[in-house]
C-alpha cells in the first residue's frame, strides 16, 4: 500500500529541474531543444575545436536551461 509514495519519489530525481524560476518540465526532447545553438555550437567544435567553443557551449548550456533541462 505504501509502494505508490516510494515510487513518486524514486522518479523525483530524474525529473529536470530548471536553476530558473519556473519548475515546470521540459516541452520538448533534448535532442530537439535549441537547435540554433546547437547548430552553431556542433560546427565550431568540429572546426576549431572544443576548447575554443567556449562560449557557444554556454551559450547552449544557458539555452537548454531555459527550456527546463538540468545541465
Known sequence: MDSGTSKEISQAPSTPINSGTATEKPKCKACCACPETKRA?????????????SALIEAHKICMRSAGFNI
Open 41 to 53: 555550437r556542433d560546427q565550431c567544435i568540429v572546426e576549431r575545436g572544443e576548447e575554443n567553443c
